[in-house]
């Protein structure tokens, strides 16, 4: 590392954490999709810094969120430009939804369907399908 280059913040919040969750960083990462080397790397500045749905992956192995990761206060949502996905990986699904998608994928169908039945009920109604084209008849 240079005299010039400060590892980010992420860093020691990480070390923090694999240490209280008794991790190694190898195994955290593998954990996370990422790759096994990632820490030192980001120590010495020749990684970035995960953003996306890997971001949100190693915030969900290391059992914290990503705000906390990104150094903000856990209560406070992070930056939505931390949990967008870099160029070269976007999918259909943004990182917070993929991070749903895959705990809701863990539960017994009973704790779904409450699940479904109270977010239904948090996103207030479903907007009314617009006619289609095919069921109007012309006046003639």
Not at 71 to 80: E, I, K, S
Not at 116 to 128: D, F, H, I, Q, Y
């Amino acid at each position: 590392m240079d005299a010039e280059h400060e590892p980010p913040p992420m860093v020691e919040l990480i070390e923090s954490r694999l240490e209280r969750l008794d991790l190694t960083p190898e195994e955290a990462f593998r954990q996370a999709g990422l790759p096994p080397d990632l820490l030192p790397r980001l120590r010495d500045g020749t990684a970035q810094v995960p953003r996306g749905a890997r971001l949100v992956r190693l915030a969900e192995v290391l059992g914290t969120s990503v705000s906390w990761l990104v150094g903000l206060d856990p209560d406070v949502a992070p930056p939505t430009e931390v949990l967008e996905e870099e160029q070269g990986t976007l999918g259909l699904l943004a990182g917070d939804e993929e991070a749903l998608l895959r705990a809701y994928r863990a539960l017994d169908f009973p704790t779904k369907a409450a699940l479904l039945t109270v977010v239904r009920k948090m996103s207030g109604p479903e907007p009314a399908p617009e006619p289609s084209a095919k069921g109007k008849r012309r006046a003639g």
